[in-house]
């Protein structure tokens, strides 16, 4: 197989274990990241490693270690009931990977250009206490911009149910 092109830490393809420097399956891997957090009143700036639940962003959780995305996240409930978001990724490190790469639509295993970074915008409005009116823009740099409009109604199926 070789030794993978990013060096170690690696997983090509839909291989779910990272390889080693000789391109065999590691033993053992895991990773670190740290996010830094500061709140002023209602608005929230995180920048560091993050995982973000967003209608167009989203961290999956699906393999052994979490997918993560490295960047700067600002959430702001300043105005009533109106959730403002905004923030700026450029760094991603895969579900089954211990590494950080660029951005890219199908991931750097499939060999495509690295993006300049993911910029996103959003706002959710809660218009009743069971109606949120969602919009979200996105731009990953050199491939897409993408528009998210959504309702979200909670129906509770029982009393005290929000």
Do not use: C
Request: charged share 20%.
């Amino acid at each position: 197989m070789g030794v993978a092109p990013d060096g170690e830490g690696y997983h090509p393809g839909g291989s779910m274990i990272p390889d080693d420097s000789d391109g065999s399956g590691v033993d053992e891997w895991s990773r670190l990241g740290i996010t830094g957090k500061t709140r002023f009143s209602k608005t929230e700036l995180r920048y560091g490693t993050l995982m973000p639940r967003l209608p167009i962003l989203v961290s999956s959780e699906a393999r052994l270690l979490p997918q993560t995305s490295e960047g700067l996240l600002m959430t702001s409930k300043e105005v009533g009931d109106l959730t403002l978001t905004g923030g700026w990724m450029d760094k991603v490190t895969g579900r089954a990977s211990t590494n950080r790469t660029g951005l890219a639509v199908l991931g750097q295993a499939t060999g495509n250009e690295k993006s300049g970074g993911l910029f996103l915008a959003g706002a959710d409005y809660k218009m009743t206490k069971q109606l949120t009116g969602q919009y979200y823009y996105s731009h990953l740099k050199g491939y897409f911009t993408q528009i998210f409009l959504g309702l979200v109604h909670l129906l509770p199926i029982g009393d005290n149910q929000y």
